[in-house]
């Protein structure tokens, strides 16, 4: 933990961080201090730079949720990875646990989605409408225990709440996610959605990165601790 920042993976090119639920990624119509504020802090301070410094944001991650967010150092890093993510030649991994079975052991979800500006909300349909955009996610149940279950999501399509909005359309919304229809928020007003492992070229270098962010201590991942073991294992 550096400047109240978990950084997972650092060098010239890339600040890749496992974001806390509740932190903002970039400036809302609040004032809080962004995550994007905190890595310039960072950058700031353990190199010395005067003046302002570049740091790019990659890619978005919703403020309930935790994860890995990749930021930019250069220029160069950003339009490279920018790219990647435009061409989808990043494999995204996210964990989330429901309060329900999803439809089945494995799956993929196909819905068209509608977002409402004023309310800030998405809403999905089973069939295309005018305006929507289509969305498309593959997942697999990890395990279960008690009532919760652990599904491990890959995004074939990036879109605004789209984890959120397609599970809770196929009814069984992320555990704490009252804004999509989960019964009672978590005490910390987190939702389960954390996006575990990111796999892309490295911008500059073009090696292979394979990262995992670990499972936040918030309500619900304690269940399942025994999981991120065994996946950290290869098992």
């Not at 997942?139 to 879109?159: A, D």
């Not at 992320?174 to 939702?191: A, C, E, L, M, T």
């Not at 996006?195 to 892309?200: E, I, S, T």
Request: proline share 4%.
């Amino acid at each position: 933990m550096k400047n109240n920042l978990d950084i997972i993976y650092e060098d010239n090119h890339l600040l890749i961080v496992n974001k806390a639920s509740g932190m903002l990624v970039q400036d809302d119509h609040t004032s809080d201090k962004t995550l994007l504020d905190l890595g310039k802090d960072y950058i700031k301070n353990t190199c010395g730079k005067p003046g302002s410094v570049f740091l790019g944001l990659v890619h978005r991650l919703d403020r309930p949720a935790s994860g890995l967010v990749v930021l930019a150092r250069t220029s160069k890093a950003l339009t490279r990875m920018n790219e990647q993510f435009r061409n989808k030649t990043i494999d995204k991994i996210y964990w989330v646990i429901t309060g329900k079975m999803p439809p089945a052991m494995e799956g993929k979800l196909t819905h068209w989605l509608i977002k409402n500006h004023q309310k800030n909300i998405v809403k999905a349909f089973l069939r295309e409408k005018e305006g929507s955009i289509k969305a498309e996610l593959e997942y697999r149940i990890l395990g279960n225990i008690k009532s919760y279950f652990l599904l491990e999501v890959k995004l074939i399509t990036g879109r605004f709440h789209q984890i959120r909005t397609q599970f809770s359309a196929a009814g069984c919304p992320v555990v704490g996610d009252v804004k999509y229809g989960y019964q009672s928020p978590n005490p910390d007003k987190s939702i389960c959605l954390h996006a575990r492992k990111l796999l892309f070229l490295h911008p500059v270098k073009r090696e292979k990165i394979d990262l995992s962010a670990p499972l936040p201590s918030t309500h619900g991942w304690d269940f399942f601790k025994d999981y991120e073991t065994e996946d950290s294992s290869g098992q």
